[in-house]
């Protein structure tokens, strides 16, 4: 294959005149006019260097190139040497995906899985999904699709299986305890239900299971509701609950702080503070609340649990969080890819969270694990953690009635 990939040099030497004749022209500062020269002198080293590769491996190279695996390694290769492990590089694929979980929206069956021993295990199941429907529980494992086995067919295209377009007729073979048994489901465009509310007694419960787009008005109906039935305390459980949209999470904690406060506190890479959002008001409880979190509980659930304890008073409890503060934006670029970078971190009035996590008022652990698939065997009798919130709200609702 001839075809020489355009990678850059040109461009980046135009830019290079460009940058200076701007500089020049404008009267800028030697100092800032030295560090970008030095900037585009490396930029203009790279792109040569990468020139240079690029023309001996086709002029001595005698077997075929990969044109688009190429322009994927470099992409990936230039992320990955960031010092940030959570920087990402994201193909058109998995930037759909990463949009679509964001967007509060599904397509497939309704499940979400992992790998084991190459066969997708079912880690949760989407309320009033398809796969809800014919009774696909979590912790089964998918055999087999259209009578092809899973292990031939490779994990990752067994996933865009269950992703095919909305109507699509699968016929699976699921296993569970050595058992296995077959469903026909179709698959489905669905808004994904990011909340789960219960009550215990007379303590409202909410279960955040992600931030999406969706998931302030999901959040505020089902709050609106438990007021309506007249809880005198409530409990929110983050456990698990991992990265999604920042906004999502401070709109809700500021609908529910008192107004006026900093609910969270953007610190940029070079070190300058400003207010990321400011609490209205327009929802705080009436009745005492406290939250649950896991070492699972990441990022915007962060925040969120964090501004609740600063100015709610709200408890904590269960384990220390990941203490990840870090500001995610993604960037989508002219084919369809996208990177994800950390643009800032973010902390509130009392917890720097990046590095530290938040330290629960009252430890608990669950001796079988928490994740997804654990804890949704369990119930109020079996959780540890959701027990002791109750406990501990139930002890704050005399006091907050005085």
Not at 66 to 81: F, P, T, V, W
Not at 213 to 238: C, H, N, P, W
Not at 262 to 282: C, E, L
């Amino acid at each position: 294959m001839n075809r020489k990939i355009p990678l850059g040099l040109a461009i980046a030497l135009m830019a290079i005149a460009a940058a200076i004749t701007f500089i020049i022209s404008t009267s800028y500062s030697m100092n800032i006019y030295n560090d970008l020269v030095a900037d585009v002198q490396q930029r203009a080293e790279m792109y040569q260097k990468l020139e240079q590769i690029d023309t001996y491996v086709r002029a001595y190279y005698d077997g075929p190139l990969d044109e688009d695996r190429l322009i994927e390694a470099l992409s990936e290769g230039y992320i990955s040497i960031i010092e940030d492990a959570e920087a990402d590089y994201l193909n058109a694929q998995e930037y759909a995906l990463y949009r679509e979980r964001q967007s509060g929206t599904h397509l497939g069956i309704g499940v979400y899985t992992r790998e084991d021993a190459g066969y997708p295990v079912i880690t949760e199941v989407l309320a009033n999904s398809p796969a809800s429907t014919a009774g696909v529980s979590v912790g089964e494992s998918i055999v087999e699709i259209n009578g092809q086995s899973c292990i031939d067919i490779g994990y990752d295209e067994v996933c865009e299986l269950l992703r095919s377009a909305a109507g699509t007729q699968l016929n699976l073979t699921l296993r569970s305890g050595g058992v296995d048994r077959s469903a026909v489901i179709a698959t489905s465009q669905m808004t994904v239900a990011s909340i789960k509310s219960a009550v215990y007694g007379d303590l409202g419960y909410i279960k955040i299971s992600s931030f999406t787009e969706k998931t302030y008005q999901q959040f505020m109906a089902s709050y609106q509701s438990l007021q309506s039935q007249g809880v005198r305390g409530l409990i929110i459980d983050l456990r698990n609950t991992s990265g999604g949209v920042t906004e999502s999470a401070v709109n809700i904690a500021s609908a529910m702080l008192p107004a006026g406060g900093d609910v969270a506190i953007n610190i940029g890479r070079d070190g300058t503070r400003s207010v990321f959002a400011t609490a209205s008001g327009s929802r705080v409880p009436e009745f005492p609340l406290c939250v649950i979190v896991n070492e699972r509980t990441k990022g915007p659930a962060e925040i969120f649990a964090a501004s609740l304890a600063d100015y709610l008073k709200a408890p904590v409890v269960g384990m220390t969080t990941a203490g990840d503060g870090d500001l995610f934006e993604s960037y989508q670029l002219y084919d369809g890819t996208a990177i994800v970078l950390p643009i800032s971190t973010l902390k509130t009035e009392n917890f720097d969270i990046e590095g530290v996590g938040i330290k629960p008022n009252y430890e608990v652990s669950q001796p079988d694990g928490d994740a997804n698939e654990q804890l949704a065997l369990l119930n109020e009798s079996t959780d540890n953690a959701l027990r002791r919130a109750i406990e501990v709200v139930t002890s704050l609702i005399p006091a907050a009635q005085e």
